[in-house]
């Protein structure tokens, strides 16, 4: 019995693959980021915090008023804000920020203007990126 029970667990593991696909972890209700300037944005999750990637970010001025609202949400991206808040810069994915990334010509930096999408900045087309070296390529097809 513990002789078939051994050989059936070798065989299950020698059969399966060993790539493990990197699921995100979920989100925090809310991402916050704010200016030297005193400016502010506050991106909330539709979910309270959850898997979904939808959701309202709203910046604010220095005197806490608000200055426009759009329909996105940052999630783990890195933000960077105009000392105005007119700009916003996103950094990487919404899942993993700007530290892991998909292998390609994917959009890398999202540039809003105003709330609205100005420019999608690509990795290959708008920045000349190199190929991603097969070796850093990890499970679900992210690299680091």
Excluded: C
Excluded at 29 to 58: H, I, K, M
Aim: charged content about 20%; aromatic content about 10%; proline content about 4%.
């Amino acid at each position: 019995m513990m002789k078939s029970l051994l050989l059936l667990v070798v065989s299950v593991l020698t059969s399966s693959s060993y790539v493990h696909a990197m699921r995100p972890a979920r989100f925090d209700e809310e991402y916050t980021f704010t200016a030297p300037t005193g400016v502010r944005l506050v991106s909330t999750n539709d979910e309270g915090g959850g898997l979904s990637t939808q959701g309202v970010t709203t910046v604010f001025g220095a005197d806490g008023g608000t200055l426009y609202e759009m329909p996105v949400f940052t999630g783990r991206r890195k933000i960077d804000l105009s000392p105005n808040g007119s700009v916003i810069v996103l950094d990487g994915n919404i899942y993993y920020g700007s530290n892991i990334m998909r292998p390609g010509d994917g959009v890398v930096t999202q540039v809003y203007l105003e709330g609205e999408l100005w420019k999608d900045v690509r990795y290959i087309t708008d920045l000349d990126g190199e190929p991603i070296d097969s070796g850093r390529i990890r499970g679900g097809g992210w690299a680091t």
